[in-house]
């Protein structure tokens, strides 16, 4: 959905949030968090920088699901056998990817 400038390198937590991202978040959000049209919303996107979307609304949307309020896609389902740990590690990833994108 989104054009995503990918990071030359990533810190070691991102790293570890990248290879969680992909095998739990991915099938909906896209890679590298870009969004899927009709499936799931970009992350590297202004409505999830850190002032509105902080890291403590991703460890309760993957550990709750999460009603729909800013996009069309439906709500989103729990997160099965993600830990608050992987989560940790996804949002590192999530932060990164805004960061090389101009979210901050």
Not at 1 to 30: Q, R, W, Y
Not at 86 to 98: C, F, G, P, T
């Amino acid at each position: 959905m989104v054009d995503v400038t990918v990071p030359e390198t990533l810190s070691a937590n991102a790293e570890i949030g990248k290879v969680v991202f992909e095998a739990k978040c991915a099938i909906c959000h896209g890679e590298n968090a870009a969004g899927q049209d009709g499936v799931a919303p970009p992350l590297v996107h202004k409505i999830y920088e850190p002032s509105h979307h902080g890291d403590a609304a991703f460890l309760l949307a993957a550990k709750n699901g999460v009603r729909a309020h800013h996009w069309r896609f439906g709500n989103m389902p729990p997160v099965e056998d993600v830990t608050d740990g992987d989560v940790k590690m996804i949002i590192a990833y999530v932060r990164e990817l805004q960061r090389a994108n101009g979210i901050n």
